[in-house]
């Protein structure tokens, strides 16, 4: 049975910092590229970052590049998201899944709330 839970969202002030989190479970994570994608309030899904199955390389959303970094730890299943410099746009709902998506594989997803 596939997993994926995120964590680490919370509160954060415009300017601050969050690191997500997503542990895979259920599938062999090393074979897969993963994403992250974000749902702001009344809004559709935003893809954010990808990388790479192997962490070689790695791909951003105009909105987010230079300021979210995206890596893997394969022997953890877990994937990151380091978000930095956040503004009160970045505030949503963050996902994370395979690349391509794959439906059936959405968590729960955890919130991120940038706001002073």
């Known amino acids: 049975q596939v997993q994926l839970v995120e964590s680490g969202g919370g509160l954060a002030q415009p300017g601050g910092s969050l690191r997500l989190s997503c542990a895979a479970s259920g599938f062999t994570f090393s074979s897969y590229a993963m994403s992250w994608a974000r749902q702001a309030p009344g809004k559709g899904l935003e893809w954010v970052s990808g990388?790479?199955?192997?962490?070689?390389?790695?791909y951003y959303a105009d909105s987010v590049k230079g300021r979210f970094t995206i890596s893997r730890d394969n022997a953890k299943n877990t994937v990151y998201l380091q978000m930095n410099s956040l503004k009160p746009e970045d505030t949503a709902v963050y996902y994370c899944?395979?690349?391509?998506?794959?439906?059936?594989?959405w968590g729960q997803g955890t919130q991120v709330t940038v706001s002073s």
């Open positions: 990388i790479y199955s192997d962490g070689s390389d790695t």
């Open positions: 899944n395979t690349s391509p998506p794959r439906a059936r594989y």
